[in-house]
């Protein structure tokens, strides 16, 4: 089993830059390809980026791809998203998640999720 707890959310300003973590609890964290997702009031979750096991494969969504990076420190058992150029779209609770399937975007396959972390973007 893996705890999950995000960290690094705040409020910025449009063109900023933010970084936001999330710490793994448990020997396994290896085993699982994870994923960033947010959510606005009134909409449905949607994935931001996954990363594979090794940290050597990622996928981002269309609206966030060339300024967000998704990375992971396995020794450190931590996954991170830095954000650049951030925008007023952007602003939401950003929840990290793990899954055994690589890649995958689909919500219902990650397994965990932590409490997640607000990200509020102003103009």
């Known amino acids: 089993q893996v705890q999950l707890v995000e960290s690094g959310g705040g409020l910025v300003q449009t063109g900023d830059s933010l970084r936001i973590s999330c710490a793994a609890s448990g020997p396994a964290f290896s085993y699982y390809s994870m994923g960033w997702w947010r959510q606005t009031p009134g909409k449905e979750r949607e994935i931001v980026a996954a990363?594979?096991?090794?940290?050597?494969?990622?996928y981002y969504a269309d609206s966030v791809k060339g300024r967000f990076t998704i990375s992971r420190d396995n020794l450190k058992n931590t996954l991170y998203l830095q954000m650049n150029s951030l925008q007023t779209a952007d602003s939401a609770v950003y929840y990290c998640?793990?899954?055994?399937?690589?890649?995958?975007?689909?919500?219902?396959?990650?397994?965990?999720w932590g409490q997640g972390t607000q990200v509020t973007v102003s103009s």
């Open positions: 998640a793990a899954t055994r399937l690589d890649l995958t975007i689909s919500e219902s396959d990650y397994t965990y």
């Open positions: 990363v594979t096991r090794t940290g050597g494969g990622t």
